[in-house]
């Protein structure tokens, strides 16, 4: 590693989803042989050939995984990376190219290596290997749920799911914001829509006192009003 890790950048990394829980000892032994990158926001960091090539953990920013359709210019967002959180599992369990691009929303710190390295880890240490694997089931969940919400759900339920989601996330884990000023139409890829609807949905939950989203900043209000509106569409939509 050509820099060394500070220790609250070592922590940031013990408590994300990929390493949490694994022994200092596997981690130090790993450090050594990681690269340590940076980017600035809105940079394309990785693209479907690179993913087969490097996988990257973030120690700190946000990073957004998508998959684009160049011919009609529409975004699907597949996932918000924080800091803890691996670049593309799918490639480096697999050794085969994702299509789906790494793109930066914020300055980004990550720890790389080859993918051949990863894998010898995870031959190396069972520890590590167990955690990639329940890093890969959480990652296989969250990818279920959203292709549920897209294809049984309607937009307003989509969005309250993605809502409650971010904020469960932080109470229940202490991760950071993944949704801290993204713009409407940032949320509209996350949901499978388009911004004014995004808009519109946004202003709804405003003036019923579900949200607050001055700034740019969404804020909970009223969880259980939430909470209700999510339970009200689904009921609607299953009748």
Same mark, same amino acid.
């Given at each position: 590693?050509?820099?060394?890790?500070?220790?609250?950048?070592?922590?940031?990394?013990?408590?994300?989803?990929?390493?949490?829980?694994?022994?200092? &000892?596997?981690?130090? !032994?790993?450090?050594?042989?990681?690269?340590?990158?940076?980017?600035?926001?809105? &940079?394309?960091?990785?693209?479907?050939?690179?993913?087969?090539?490097?996988?990257?953990?973030?120690?700190?920013?946000?990073?957004?995984? $998508?998959?684009?359709?160049?011919? $009609?210019?529409? %975004?699907?967002?597949?996932?918000?990376?924080?800091?803890?959180?691996?670049?593309?599992?799918?490639?480096?369990?697999?050794?085969?190219?994702?299509?789906?691009?790494? %793109? $930066?929303?914020?300055?980004? $710190?990550?720890?790389?290596?080859?993918?051949?390295?990863?894998?010898?880890?995870?031959?190396?240490?069972? !520890?590590?290997?167990?955690?990639?694997?329940?890093?890969?089931?959480? &990652?296989?969940?969250?990818?279920?749920?959203?292709?549920?919400?897209?294809?049984?759900?309607? *937009?307003?339920?989509?969005?309250?799911?993605?809502?409650?989601?971010?904020?469960?996330?932080?109470? *229940?884990?202490?991760?950071?914001?993944?949704?801290?000023?993204?713009?409407?139409?940032?949320?509209?890829?996350?949901?499978?829509?388009?911004?004014?609807?995004?808009?519109?949905?946004?202003? %709804?939950?405003?003036?019923?006192?579900?949200?607050?989203? %001055?700034?740019?900043?969404?804020?909970?209000?009223?969880?259980?009003?939430?909470?209700?509106?999510?339970?009200?569409?689904?009921?609607?939509?299953? !009748?």
């Amino acid at each position: 590693m050509r820099n060394k890790l500070a220790e609250d950048e070592i922590r940031s990394l013990q408590d994300g989803s990929l390493f949490q829980g694994l022994d200092r &000892q596997i981690l130090d !032994a790993m450090l050594p042989d990681l690269e340590l990158r940076h980017w600035l926001p809105r &940079q394309v960091v990785m693209t479907p050939e690179d993913m087969v090539r490097e996988f990257c953990v973030l120690i700190s920013g946000r990073v957004k995984i $998508t998959r684009q359709n160049f011919r $009609t210019g529409r %975004e699907l967002t597949l996932s918000l990376l924080g800091a803890g959180d691996g670049f593309n599992v799918i490639s480096l369990l697999d050794g085969k190219p994702h299509e789906v691009i790494a %793109e $930066t929303l914020d300055p980004v $710190t990550a720890l790389c290596a080859p993918v051949a390295r990863w894998q010898a880890w995870m031959d190396e240490y069972p !520890a590590f290997l167990h955690a990639m694997r329940h890093y890969v089931e959480r &990652q296989m969940r969250e990818l279920s749920e959203l292709a549920s919400d897209l294809a049984l759900h309607d *937009t307003m339920t989509r969005l309250s799911h993605l809502i409650l989601h971010n904020f469960e996330n932080q109470q *229940t884990s202490h991760r950071q914001n993944l949704l801290h000023g993204l713009s409407h139409e940032e949320l509209a890829h996350l949901i499978g829509t388009v911004r004014v609807v995004v808009n519109r949905l946004l202003r %709804e939950l405003k003036a019923e006192g579900v949200i607050d989203c %001055e700034g740019g900043e969404l804020h909970v209000l009223n969880l259980k009003k939430l909470l209700d509106k999510a339970e009200g569409h689904l009921a609607q939509s299953s !009748a």
